[in-house]
C-alpha cells in the first residue's frame, strides 16, 4: 500500500486542516469584535454631544415655529 495514507494519519490531518481553519474564523471574529468596539466608544460619545446639543434646541425651535404662526395668523386677519 505504497502511496496511500493511513486512515488515521488523514484523521490526523483532516484534524489538524479544521483547526486551522476554526483559528482563523476565531481571529476574524476578535477582530471584527476589536474594530467594533474602538467604533462604538467614539460614536456613543458624539452622538450623546449631539443629542445635548439638539434637546438645548428644541426651545428655541419651538418658540421660532410659535412666532411664525403667529405671524401667519396675523398677516391673515389683515388679508380678511
Known sequence: MAGQEDPVQ???HQD???RKYIEVITSSIKKMADFLNSF??????RLSTL?????ALEPRIEYIEAQVTKGCFE???IVL
Open 16 to 18: 489538524w486542516v479544521n
Open 10 to 12: 488523514r484523521e490526523i
Open 51 to 55: 443629542n445635548e446639543k439638539l434637546t
Open 40 to 45: 462604538d466608544m467614539p460614536c456613543h460619545s
Open 75 to 77: 398677516n391673515l386677519e
